[in-house]
Every structure is written in structure tokens, then in C-alpha cells.
């Protein structure tokens, strides 16, 4: 069987199993009768719980699955939520869950003293408030040749946001620390599950090393605001530096134990699978996101002609993070690699979890050109030249795969 996350033995399932609204909801009607034309022809609308979402902005691949537009991402560091990419493995719970956050109960286990907080408790246990590249393991899925199944994102399954709630770490010494032997977090996700179907075959459960619980959070808001439904409220795990799968929307469970969870998509789903192999609980967990960069503007995305740009002066700009690492700096090249600038880091360091904006001023003659990034993170880390090939198209940071080719006129 493949990844969880490429969504076909699930799919499979909810044909068999889901009701029609359920399936219309999480956007699988369309992709069943497999329409490509269909998918082509016109821009799917923003789904029903999404619809304040900014639909100028954004790609709707289904349902589920919404990615910004290269062009759409500004230089201001933070992800408005209108923009910010949707993934949800399952549907969203009902909206009830968000008319009276307060209410929303969360277990703690594996603790000393393990029991129910809610949300209400939590709010008067601590308060610390991080920006994070939230990143989904498969952005940059769609520049791998091999095709992987799953969403073919390109650099847009990713935003800079801000996140406050109280440190897990207040959470576990209030109840007196964690339980002896413990060597992974888990947070369960407070989705509903269809009946007749084995629930640690679907229900999304993550595990992380417990090292990762130094800067985490349990948080209620996002930007500012109350977390939305869609973004994970009324209360999301945060595990900054760590790919989105471990970021655990409507979070209803968090659990300290000897061993990983045994849900599917922790054992089979998320794993860093050989090209051509099976994925299997031996292969690494894509958990810790590293170096990575990519130039939002300019982008073959803008403009009424594709990939055309005027002569001039033209300000390259984009966005680069170190995953668990600050960025220390960023190297622009126009002609694809061959030779690098130093680009300009720009506005507030919202700290080593958050993207930095940069800039490299050049002035373009015309011609064709290859414009890359390369960032460094404070370990001295280099982004990578080349992906690293995998089945199911996890942890794409190639400088070369998100090189824009642009014509100057
Ligand atoms: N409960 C729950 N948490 C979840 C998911 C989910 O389906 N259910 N999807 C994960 C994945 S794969 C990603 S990339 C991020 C997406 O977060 P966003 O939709 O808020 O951008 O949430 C993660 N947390
Ligand atoms: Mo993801």
C-alpha cells in the first residue's frame, strides 16, 4: 500500500464508505470521475469552510488541498491567513467545535499526573508566541520528475505565521513532568472519524522525538487572531522547525511514550521511501525541515505574458529559512548556478523559526535567465543543488528545482 498521504487507499475507502456530501466536501467527486480536462479548464471555486479565503491568492488543487500562488506571497514576513495554503488529510470537524473554544478539552498523558485540560485552563498556564514556517513535507512535490502521487505543490504549501498559546513544556511540569522512559511526543487530531473503518488506518497522530517539546505549543491563535477552523482551531499543536504533518490541527490528545504512535500515517505515512520502494517503520519520519530558499518575485507566474519580464532594473526577491537553524544568509545567481551574489536579508528577524525575506537588485539585460537561490543557515548549512530523490516527494529544498527561468524583453 502507498503513503497515507497520497490519499488513494483513503480515497478508495471513503467511495466505499463516505456519504455524498462528505465526499463533495473533502473535494474527491471530481477527482473519481478523473476529468482532466475538467481540472484544466477551469479554477476550482474555494470550498464552503474556506471561502474567506482569497481565491485571487490561491490554487485550489480539491477540497483539501490549497496552495498560494508564488506571485500571490508578499515581502511583509508574515502569511496572511487568507493566503495561507489548506491541507487537511481528513475533513474538518463540524464548526461547532469553534463556538465556544474555551469549552475544547485536550488529554494529557503520559505525564506524572495525567488529565483533561481545557482550553479555558490552558490560557491561565502560560503564554509564549513563536513565528514559524509552517511547511507541508511534500511542498515542492511537483518540480520531481518521477511524478509522486499526492498534491504537486510547488513552493506554495508553505507561509511564515505567528502562533501564541502556553509552552508544552509549563503544560508537562504543571503535571509534574513527563512519565520515566518517555522518548516521543504525540498529538492526536480531533477529527471525526467515518465509521467501518480501522481508525489508526486514517486518524492523523504524529509522534516526535521529545527534545522537540523545548519550543513547542499549544496554541488557540494564529496572526493575531483566534486559530480558524480550517487553520487547526481552537487549539493546534506547534512543533516549530517541523514539517506541517506534525502540527496537529483541533489537537484533542497529547501523549509521552517509550514508542512512536502506531497509526498509519506515522509507521507507513511520511517516511523517506527509496524511489520505487515501500514505505516502512524503518525508514526516517520526515519530522525536522532543513536549508531551504526559493524566489517569489520575479516568477513565471506574473505578468500577462508568462515568464516575461522588461529589461531594467528588477528587484529578485523571495523567501529563505534553516528549519531548526536561523538563516545567516542568501546567494542569488541569474544564470542558473553558474555564478552567486550576495543577496540582502530584509525587515524584522522574527526569529530562527521564521522565514527572512531577501533581495538582490540587478539590472537585466535582455535575454534568457535562470534565477536561483541558495541559502545558508547559522550551522553553515548549504541548500542543496539537487532533491533527494524519494517516493513520495518529501523534503524537495533543490536551489535548481525552484530556479525561475524568465525571458527579459
Ligand atoms: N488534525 C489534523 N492535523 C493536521 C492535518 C490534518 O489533516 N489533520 N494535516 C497536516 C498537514 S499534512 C499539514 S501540511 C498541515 C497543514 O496546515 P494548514 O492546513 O493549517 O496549512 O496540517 C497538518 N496537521
Ligand atoms: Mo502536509
Known sequence: MNTPNTHIPLHRR?????SASALAMIGLASWSRGSLAQTAAAP????????WKDASSVIVHSGTTIETKRSAFGTSVITPAEQLYIRNNLPAPDAAIVADRDAWEINIEGVQNPRKLTVRDLKSLGLETVAMVLQ???????????????????VGAAGCVV???????????????MASGARYM????????PAGIDPKSIMVERSVPVAAMADALLAW????????????????????????????????????????????????????????????????????????????????????????????????????????????????????????????????????????????????????????????????????QNRGENLSGYNNTSWADHAVKLNVA
Not at 44 to 51: D, G, H, I, M, N
Not at 136 to 154: A, D, E, H, V, Y
Not at 186 to 193: C, D, P, R, S, V
Request: glycine share 14%; proline share 7%; hydrophobic share 35%.
Open 163 to 177: 502562533w501564541s498559546g502556553v509552552p508544552v513544556k509549563a503544560v508537562v511540569d504543571l503535571l509534574g513532568g
Open 14 to 18: 471513503s467511495v466505499l464508505t463516505g
Open 221 to 384: 491563535e494564529m496572526n493575531g487572531a483566534p486559530i480558524s477552523l480550517a487553520h487547526g482551531g481552537p487549539l493546534r499543536l506547534i512543533v516549530p522547525g517541523y514539517t506541517g504533518v506534525n502540527n496537529i490541527k483541533y489537537v484533542k490528545q497529547l501523549a509521552f511514550s517509550a514508542q512512536e504512535s502506531d497509526a498509519k500515517i506515522m509507521s507507513h505515512g511520511y517516511r523517506m521511501t527509496p524511489a520505487g520502494g515501500k514505505s516502512d517503520p524503518s525508514q526516517p519520519s520526515v519530522q525536522e525541515m532543513t536549508v531551504k530558499s526559493w524566489i517569489n518575485s520575479p516568477s513565471a507566474e506574473d505578468g500577462p505574458t508568462s515568464g516575461q519580464i522588461k529589461a531594467g532594473m528588477v528587484q529578485i526577491q523571495g523567501v529563505a529559512f534553516g528549519g531548526l537553524n536561523a538563516v545567516k544568509g542568501v546567494e542569488v545567481s541569474v544564470d542558473g548556478g553558474k555564478t552567486w551574489q550576495a543577496a540582502r536579508l530584509v525587515g524584522p528577524d522574527l526569529g530562527k523559526y521564521a522565514w527572512r525575506q531577501f533581495v538582490l537588485q540587478a539590472r537585466l539585460s535582455p535575454g534568457n535567465y535562470t534565477m536561483a537561490s541558495r541559502a545558508t543557515d547559522m550551522a553553515g548549512n548549504v541548500q542543496l
Open 136 to 154: 507541508c513535507s511534500g511542498n515542492g512535490r511537483g518540480f520531481f520528475p518521477s511524478k509522486p502521487s499526492g498534491t504537486p505543490w510547488t
Open 44 to 51: 476550482k471555486p474555494l470550498p464552503a469552510y474556506v471561502s
Open 186 to 193: 504525540t498529538g492526536t487530531g480531533g477529527e471525526k472519524l
